[in-house]
């Protein structure tokens, strides 16, 4: 995978997509984040190392979707609280309706201790294709609804 | 798949979302085509019934990825066209330079001059959830790169 290593990754840019979609059908985004030591939530809501987070306008405030992070604030039992995702930690996003949209790869485990570079981690290696044309040119195709 | 016929696809949110990639890397989007009679393309460059359009802004003029259409001007031999295609036609987009990029269900063959409606066309069934979590709340999750 030599390739993804010279490139940005596309998961920013296909959550800020799947955000969108969802904003637009009315729908309420939902991302689920496995939680490490770089990940900035209430650990009181982390349930099996992972958590899901409301992240629509209605429900934050000072949302950002940057390439690096999602960082928004929201309250959680009454109490105001800023969380930061770094993006390589978001393992989905999802409307909160009906389920629809997208689940990556969950990042390698990382040495405790360890300097965490997620989107790096994250470059697990790739299902098979299914489906996708023999066709040189496009090799690293990933088959999505 | 009855939730995703009550809203609208999110395939135009992830072809935005990868030309977006691609050009804050440097990379060439390419979209692979199915063409049918709603495809407005040089028919003299489609084989197989599919055709793959170079849609970086250096190549192209008036660039629109609407939630319907992808439409722009674009030289081909020399001669400006104009290329319309919708949306539900597209069957991948993917850089030119490593084939990183995403494909999508073909839309299924429609009644040659029936009307189609290719978004709901490609409501084809999903596949399998690779490692998903057996979480009830996100059944239609699908896993990507």
Redesign the interface.
Known sequence: MI??S???S?RP??V???H??CT??G?TP?V?VLVDETVQVPREYVNNGEIVLNVSFDATSGMQLSNEFIQFKARFGGVAREIVVPMGRVI?I????????????APAPTPAGAAVDATAASDSP??P??G??SNS?????????
Do not use: C, H
């Open positions: 390739n993804i010279q490139s940005t596309t840019y296909l800020r997509a799947l969108e979609w637009d059908n729908f939902y689920a989905a999802y409307a909160k309706e009906n389920g629809q949209g997208m689940a990556f790869p790739p299902e294709p299914a996708s044309p040119t496009r090799p690293q195709l990933k088959r999505v609804k």
